[in-house]
């Protein structure tokens, strides 16, 4: 079992900037891929940005140049930078690692972009 506990989410003007963290616990080890997803109301929930074990990352067309995501394994995180937010970025933001094929969601962190 992996238990997941995000954090860094809230308000902020479009142009701004947040991080995201998200902290795995219990069976760490194996874990291969760690992601982020988002989830907008009215819409289906949506990859954001992953990365493997091995160092690929993958970003949807929607943020690439405005976040970065990095995770740590030696601590078990992954974190997201996210810059120049754009009200469509407004969404409540899920972590996600996958360990021995099974899927693990943190419980979701909202981010609202908002003048």
């Known amino acids: 079992q992996v238990q997941l506990v995000e954090s860094g989410g809230g308000l902020v003007q479009p142009g701004g900037s947040l991080r995201l963290s998200c902290a795995a616990s219990?069976?760490?080890?194996?874990?291969?891929?760690m992601g982020w997803f988002r989830q907008a109301p009215g819409k289906q929930r949506e990859l954001v940005a992953l990365?493997?074990?091995?160092?690929?990352?993958n970003y949807a067309d929607s943020v690439k140049g405005r976040f970065t995501i990095s995770r740590d394994d030696a601590k078990g995180t992954v974190s997201l930078q996210m810059n120049s937010l754009k009200p469509e970025d407004t969404a409540v933001y899920y972590c996600?690692?996958?360990?021995?094929?099974?899927?693990?969601w943190g419980q979701g962190t909202q981010v609202t972009v908002s003048s």
């Open positions: 219990g069976s760490i080890f194996s874990i291969s891929a």
């Open positions: 990365i493997t074990r091995g160092g690929y990352i």
């Open positions: 996600h690692v996958r360990r021995t094929s099974i899927d693990y």
